[in-house]
């Protein structure tokens, strides 16, 4: 695998239901970010990771929980979320933070709450 | 604060025009300027990007032009074809921070 993989690409789930999405990056990079597309909104970064510790949450509701066991995965884990959620969320990672660095993005999760 | 506008889409052309997609940025210092593209169904591709004033990057025909004086990276191809359609984001990131900031994205539809 090269590049920046994301696991499941589709997934459905009821608002009750428990899931959790997966990123990987083979690009060597220390930092990763979740980010949600929604139709016709500009991309919203949810959270950042740097050398696996939480750098920024940018007012996301506690029920997206994200975790970074280390600087190549990161998982975001869904529970009770709402109908209004649903959105391509994509992974990205970059070198070490410092600035002026580009990302690169996975293919992202389509997600439908209903 | 930091930010970036780009022009609204859809840009509809007919193969073979001539691009532009106006971006402009606002930053404090020196940002790293980026173009992005999304094709249907996937996730975001760096396209080109330029880190300092007067750099041009360039890619699969596209070029874009870092100008400080006027703050603004705007995309262009001489000639675009089907396969070009896509939406485009234009990014900066500023030198010194982790942050990356988007503009809203155009959308290029280009007819055979």
């Known amino acids: 695998e090269t590049g920046v993989t994301q696991t499941p690409r589709h997934l459905v789930m009821g608002m009750t239901n428990k899931k959790s999405l997966k990123c990987e990056q083979h690009?060597?990079?220390?930092?990763m970010y979740w980010y949600k597309q929604s139709a016709k909104k500009p991309l919203e970064l949810m959270f950042v990771y740097n050398f696996k510790e939480q750098t920024e949450n940018n007012s996301v509701p506690s029920r997206f929980s994200p975790e970074c066991p280390n600087s190549s995965h990161l998982f975001l884990h869904l529970h009770t979320l709402q109908p209004e959620d649903s959105a391509l969320y994509l992974c990205?990672?970059?070198?070490?933070?410092?600035?002026?660095?580009?990302?690169?993005f996975g293919p992202g999760t389509r997600l439908t709450v209903t | 604060g930091d930010s970036v506008t780009q022009m609204e889409g859809p840009v509809t052309l007919s193969e073979e025009a001539f691009l532009t997609i106006n971006c402009t940025y606002t930053?404090?210092?020196?940002?790293?300027l980026f173009w992005y593209v999304q094709y249907p169904g996937e996730g975001l591709q760096l396209l080109l990007k330029?880190?300092?004033?007067?750099d041009k990057g360039s890619n699969k025909g596209f070029e874009a032009t870092y100008r400080k004086e006027t703050t603004s990276f705007h995309l262009e191809k001489g000639s675009v074809q089907v396969s070009d359609s896509a939406v485009y984001f234009c990014?900066?990131?500023?030198?010194?921070?982790?942050?990356?900031?988007f503009g809203s994205g155009t959308k290029l539809n280009v007819k055979p």
């Open positions: 930053a404090t210092g020196y940002p790293s």
């Open positions: 330029a880190t300092k004033a007067d």
């Open positions: 990014a900066l990131s500023p030198r010194n921070f982790n942050k990356f900031y």
């Open positions: 990205a990672s970059s070198q070490e933070s410092g600035g002026g660095r580009e990302q690169y």
């Open positions: 690009l060597g990079h220390n930092a």
